[in-house]
């Protein structure tokens, strides 16, 4: 039913793809991201856009790739869609010759949770780089 496909972020219309699924899913919450830096995704339902996500190299961590971001359309989530993505960034990231991928959650106890099926562990980073309430997690790849 649904189908991961690896995009190009440079492409001006994947990006505007990506930029109207961020809106739809994290509204005016976060920032929209550069899609021509790093390695993007698309999840679709037959033809229609429901799910992204994005891994970019780490700026806190040596070797390894930040999770960036993922939405997922609310009327799409339930079906393992994050964890599928993820699934592939971990297989980018070791494409990549990184050693292990890290990313963060504040208030999101679904992602939270998902980071923990994927195997993901908290850990607590030297420069800490969101708010004090927000979860880090790292996984080795």
């Known amino acids: 039913m649904y189908r991961i496909c690896q995009v190009d972020g440079a492409d001006d219309g994947i990006a505007d793809t990506l930029a109207e699924l961020h809106q739809l899913t994290f509204l005016d919450a976060a920032p929209v991201p550069k899609f021509d830096q790093g390695n993007w995704w698309l999840a679709f339902c037959g033809n229609k856009p429901v799910a992204f996500a994005g891994v970019i190299p780490s700026t806190h961590v040596f070797n390894a790739g930040y ?14 869609l994050q964890l599928r993505l ?6 980018r990231a070791r494409l990549n010759g990184w050693c292990s991928i890290i990313s963060d959650t504040t208030d ?27 979860l880090y ?4 790849v």
């Open 86 to 91: 993820m699934r592939a960034m971990e297989a």
């Open 67 to 80: 999770f960036c971001r993922v939405g997922v359309l609310r009327k799409h989530c339930g079906h393992r």
């Open 137 to 140: 997690w790292r996984k080795d």
């Open 108 to 134: 999101n106890v679904p992602s939270a949770n998902n980071f923990i099926r994927a195997g993901y562990h908290l850990f607590i980073p030297t420069h800490p780089w969101a708010w004090l309430n927000t």
